[in-house]
Every structure is written in C-alpha cells, then in structure tokens.
C-alpha cells in the first residue's frame, strides 16, 4: 500500500477534518465541486487544497448558493472565488444596519386606533407586511423591521397625521425608492462592474472592486439626502406660495363681493 505524502490524508482522514461524512464528500466529488483526490497505487489522498475548497462551499451555501451554482461560479473564476465570496456578502448585506424590534400587537393597535375601531386593522396589518416593515408573529407579537420607520410614524401620528395615510404615504415612497435604488446600481455597474468585467476580472482587482461597492453604498444615501432636501425646500416653497396666492385671491373676491374679509371681521370683532 502506498504512503501519504506530508499533509495529505485519506477520505476518512477528510471526513474527521471538515466534520463532514464520506458519503457528502464524495457527493461533492459527483457534482465536480470537490476536486479527484491524488491517486497512489489504488488509494486516494486529499490535502490541504481540498480542505480549503470545502470550506469554501461551506460559506458559499451559507451565503444562499446550491452546488450547481457553485460548480459553475468554481469552473469560472479561475482562484478568485474567495473574492467573489465577499463580493457576494458585500452585495447582500444590509444597506444600513438596523436591529428589528419584537412588540405587542396592542402596540399597533394604539397607534391605529382609528382604523382598528373601523374594523381596518388587519387590513393595515397585511399592508405593512407588503411594505416589508412589519411581520406577524405567534402568540400576538409583531416583528417591526425598521424600528426607525415605525417611530417616525408614530411621531406624524402624534402631531395629527392619520396613519393611513402615512402608510399610504409610504406605499407610494416604497416604489420611487426601487427606482432611485436601481439608479444607483446602474452606476455602480455601468462605471465599475462592467469595465472590470471587459478585463476578464482580473483577481488583483477583486479588493478595490468590493471597497468601491462598500465605499458607494453610503455615498449614495449621503447623496440622495442631499438631492432630498433641496427638492423638500423648492417643493415646500411652492406649495407655500400657491397656498398664500390662494388665500390672496378669496380676500380678493370677498372684497370686490363687499363681503366682509377675514382682516375686516377681525378687525370688527
């Protein structure tokens, strides 16, 4: 029987090492996702490359991939695979991290009062779900996805906005946002991705490639706040100037009318 050469190991040797079984590992040998081991005489021996390569998978199914993707991305990348990982965990955290919150349904109910005494609530309740900013739970809790959003919405509540239409309000933001997110994507793409791509990937690229995306993701956010509140200043300024042009023309109109004006009954009284 042939000897292993330093730091090679048996199927079984393998199987210990990773806490995997030798029947997965020959699975992943089926699937071409593990490499053959090194045949000597009529045994075969693995080394330290295919503990590496299954590792890999391991984080790469964490990530949400089968094997067949991650026998396709592996045949393709040519080593960069680990780079394509944590450009895949870059892609897919969350933008900015916000812990949910667990709390009563009554808490929702309170902060929909009006629309829980109009038998509205579920309805309410199946819309933040849509919106994907609440979801239901067992035994009458609620998860609140962005705990931010909910404040704010209790806050517009307390200074007299209803909640329905703040969700309504938010409904309609929800879809601008997909398209003002894909404006973003697109210029991440269009002035990274693809050139990047047209170099066939180089693998000494991969870093500045995921430190570009980390680094855009809250640029972007900075940018469109600022893109925001100009455009909340004009359009604040507008409504202001339609709302004093409106009032200016009923004063007109009661004045021509000889009808008393707001000025002149308070002046009377």
């Known amino acids: 029987m042939s000897k292993p050469a330093t730091g090679e190991m048996t199927i079984s040797e393998l199987a210990k ?8 590992i020959r699975a992943h040998q089926t699937r071409g996702v593990l490499p053959p081991p090194i045949v000597r005489g009529r045994t075969g021996y693995y080394n330290e490359d295919h503990v590496a390569r299954i590792e890999l998978t391991r984080e790469m199914q964490g990530e949400g991939l089968n094997l067949e993707a991650i026998r396709r ?20 955290a969350p933008f900015e991290e916000e812990a949910p919150e667990i709390v009563e349904m009554t808490e929702l109910a309170q902060l929909w009062s009006k629309e829980v005494k109009e038998g509205r609530g579920i309805e309410m309740l199946e819309r933040g779900e849509k919106l994907g900013v609440i979801r239901s739970l067992p035994e009458g809790k609620v ?5 931010r959003m909910m404040a704010a919405a209790a806050a517009l509540a307390e200074v007299g906005m209803s909640p329905d239409a703040v969700l309504a309000t938010a409904e309609k933001l929800n879809r601008k946002a997909n398209d003002i997110a894909q404006l973003f994507t697109d210029l991440f793409l269009e002035q990274v991705w693809e050139p990047f791509d047209r170099a066939g ?34 359009a604040t300024d507008k409504a202001m100037a ?9 004063e007109t109109a009661l004045a021509r009318k000889g009808k ?7 002046r009377r009284r």
């Open 242 to 250: 339609r709302t004093i042009r409106g009032v200016a023309r009923r």
């Open 17 to 24: 090492r990773t806490g995997m079984t030798v029947r997965n």
């Open 201 to 234: 990937r180089p693998e000494g690229d991969w870093p500045k490639v995921r430190e570009t995306l980390d680094r855009t993701r809250p640029l972007g956010a900075d940018v469109l706040m600022g893109v925001f509140q100009i455009a909340m200043a004009e």
């Open 73 to 92: 991305m592996l045949e393709g990348v040519d080593g960069a695979a680990p780079e394509i990982v944590g450009f895949t965990r870059t892609l897919r």
């Open 260 to 266: 008393p004006t707001k000025k002149g009954s308070s």
């Open 143 to 147: 998860e609140v996805i962005s705990p």
